[in-house]
């Protein structure tokens, strides 16, 4: 019987694999520049890790997570996000008695039981941050304007980044009762998701995606009528802060996140190209969540972050073919003769020393199949070498794209190739 992967999760190869790399790349280079190091948490966790965060009524808990006893008869499960898995660590460390900003980045695998489709799978990549044991409205701009740059250094343009603030705990409390008041008198007329929602947790409702265009849905209370002073100023001053840093941004009363966890503000950047199967999904989300700390038994730990779709990220790229990864000069070592390889070994790696891609044919010593090499790998330069060349200190040097061939002195290597180095390529003979 023919093996085949399961629905809904992929094969990374080729030119997936490559973007795979660019878009982790890139992200881990801006972020490393803001300062965030890496961590790395478990694939599996207590299933309670995202019960208690995520919240039982969330779609993710509800719906979508893969669960299972293990031989000991705990509950496990698969890893559906990673702010969680974040936090748990943090706290079960200690890591927040330490001063001053924890600045957290990953690339990790996620799994979520989801109808697969463009840019939904069942395991998924996420890249994200998580920045902690800091509030001010200066370090949510300056985590948002980073979304921000890693979305624009891919090359995607088309892009909508929208926020909104569902205030501190005070407002949302009276907001949260302004809402069942209000939506009480329609359950009927809304879908089982919403009530579902309405007793739990009514600010879920307004991320309905059935009812989302309904008159009750448009007419339902805005956040913004119920924020307190003090949330007001907080929201006032991220609005100005990301005018200063130029992020174009649109304020969405309606925007909700569909994890109980969040506080305060919130932003998602959406793609906005009518023609794409990936038309209006979020490539990147997140908020502050400034309580899930005491949802692991730690303290109240201020925290900002946000996740990145990678699969998401790969699809863009690849329908926009935009960005062109700073891809290094390839060559092509070809020998003639087999006294000619470990000399084709060595000029192959001092090429990949000095920031070439270099490749070789390790077996065959007629040129025929060596340029069928060349073809493949689609290089810059061809460098053959055999006995004659050896014996005369030259290489010969063929620039693909002008044609050009000339017999190169072996000391010149380095100027041919821009090589700045002062000790040049030699033979061994």
Known sequence: MKINKLKGVLDYYGEDAKRFQIVRNVSTEI????????????????????????????????KEMYIFKDRGDREIALKPESTASVMRMVVENKLYVNPGVKKYYYCSPNFRYERPQAGRFRQFYQFGVETMCEESPYLDAEVIEMAYRIVKKLGISKVCVYINTLGSDESRKVYTKELKSYFEGYLNELCPDCQRRFEKNPLRMLDCKVDANTTIMKNAPKIGDYLQEEDNEYFNKLCAALDALNVPYVINPRLVRGLDYYTNDIFEIIYEEENS?????????????????????????????????????????????????????????????????????????????????????????????????????????????????????????????????????????????GIKKEKAYAYKH
């Open 277 to 417: 199967p990936y038309n209006g999904l979020a490539l990147i989300a997140g908020g502050r969540y400034n309580n899930l700390g005491q949802e692991f038994d730690g303290p109240q730990i201020p925290s900002i972050g946000f996740g990145m779709g990678v699969e998401r990220m790969m699809g863009v790229i690849s329908e926009l073919d935009t960005y062109k990864d700073n891809e290094k000069c390839k060559v092509a070592v070809l020998t003639l003769s087999e006294t000619c390889k470990v000399e084709g070994l060595l000029l192959a790696n001092y090429l990949r020393e000095n920031g070439f891609l270099s490749f070789l044919d390790y077996k065959n010593n007629n040129l025929k199949p060596q340029f069928k090499l060349c073809d493949r790998e689609n290089v810059d330069y061809i460098l053959i070498i055999g006995d004659d060349e050896v014996s005369n200190n030259v290489i010969r040097a063929k620039n693909v794209k002008t044609n050009e061939q000339i017999d190169l002195p072996i000391e010149k290597l380095n100027e041919y190739f």
């Open 31 to 62: 972020c490393e520049a803001y300062g965030y190091s890496e961590v790395i948490t478990p694939i599996i966790e207590q299933s309670d890790v995202f019960i208690r965060s995520a919240g039982e009524q969330s779609d993710i808990v509800g």
